[in-house]
């Protein structure tokens, strides 16, 4: 079992910045890979960028040059710096934690508002 918790979401101006945090705890040895997804109101969840054991990042288009993925192994914590966060950003933010026995772990989400 992996338990995941997200924090840091909030309120913030078009062309802001904020920093997701989630910290994962129990089996995390077992972890091959964790992501960020988001889903706004009336839409699919969606992946926004995710990280692997080894450091391999990837993006969705919609957020490559504005958010980055990393990690605190020693802190098993996983970070998404959002910068010139826009309108169409607003959503619900979940980090998700896929082990290598397929399973996959979500924390139950923090929602960033991005709205003047």
């Known amino acids: 079992q992996v338990q995941l918790v997200e924090s840091g979401g909030g309120l913030v101006q078009p062309g802001g910045s904020l920093r997701l945090s989630c910290a994962a705890s129990g089996s995390i040895f077992s972890i091959n890979a964790m992501g960020w997804y988001r889903q706004a109101p009336g839409k699919q969840r969606e992946l926004v960028a995710a990280?692997?054991?080894?450091?391999?990042?990837n993006y969705a288009d919609s957020v490559k040059g504005r958010f980055t993925i990393s990690r605190d192994n020693a802190k098993n914590t996983v970070y998404l710096q959002m910068n010139s966060l826009k309108p169409e950003d607003t959503a619900v933010y979940y980090c998700n934690a896929l082990t290598s026995g397929g399973m996959d772990y979500w924390g139950k989400g923090t929602l960033v508002t991005v709205s003047s």
């Open positions: 990280i692997t054991s080894g450091g391999s990042t």
